[in-house]
């Protein structure tokens, strides 16, 4: 009875394989670890999925936090332990154009020729905006030809009054020298795709690269959602109903659905995938592998 539950599994994955119509490619965000054991954490999942030969990886750290630095310190271990081109995020809010300047030049100097160019959110209530996404890709490229990621929201940012200005602010940014954008993590592909055709239409011809959240603990994945305003299919309450102490089964079916998500997706041309590891590697390498990359 194993050999067949076994050999039925294994048809299954072989199936998943075979429906892939083209080759993958993969980035990887961390976060910097806030002690020296998630660090060695971090540093094990890097090595870990630098053995799939990502396009690049990238490091977040929050605006105004004192986290700035130690993401460029973090940058450059995970380049020199792996040797994967790692970008680090840079936000513009509460920041002045002469300190990124400076900072963009730090960059360059350093050997740092990736850059993910994002506004940040503000510590402060009724802080108003004097520099956004679009003004920061400006500046980096007026001090240097560094390749450039941005941010896209299949969903709209919560800030965003609609969804037409979602798209008019994303072609502000590739107009002003973005190389791609990611996107905040779905679960939804149809809002993926009707998002890609909307940039088509309006003419932003840069690679829309989905952004993919393994599911690691559902309540969780909840909180997340409320702070990005990503709408959790009800189709996943269901599945997930019961389970809230059971994270072994909770991983086990979030990399199931994880899979479906890259699956279709390519179904539909998407070859480059971003994950948004949460400084973890076991789940995402074993999808990564099993769709080849």
Known sequence: MSFLKNKYHQDIIDQKINDLNSIIQCSFEFFPPKNFD???????????LSKLKPFFFSVTYGANSGERDKTYEIVKKIHKKTGVITAPHLTCID????????????????????IFALRGDSNHTNYSHTMY??????????????????????????????AQ????????????????????????????????????????NVDIIPGILPIYNFEQ????SKMTNVKIPYWMY?????????????????????????????KEGVKNFHFYTLNQSDIVYSICRLFGF
């Open 165 to 204: 200005s979602d798209i008019l602010n994303l072609k502000k940014k590739v107009d002003a020298g973005a190389n791609r954008a990611i996107t905040q993590f779905f679960f939804n592909t149809e809002s993926y795709l009707r998002f890609r055709d909307n940039c088509l239409k309006n003419n932003i």
């Open 95 to 114: 920041s002045t154009p002469i300190e990124l300047e400076r900072l963009a030049k730090f960059y360059w100097e350093n050997n740092i020729r990736s």
């Open 221 to 224: 994945l909840k909180r997340f």
């Open 38 to 48: 998630l660090e060695d954490k971090l540093f094990s999942s890097a090595i870990q």
């Open 133 to 162: 996404a679009c003004d920061l890709v400006l500046l980096l490229k007026k001090i240097a030809d560094f390749d450039i990621s941005v941010a896209a929201y299949p969903e709209t940012h919560p800030e965003s009054k609609n």
């Open 238 to 266: 269901e599945i997930f109903n019961g389970l809230i102490n059971d994270l072994k089964s909770q991983r086990i079916i979030g990399a199931s659905i994880i899979i479906d998500i890259i699956k279709n997706l390519s």
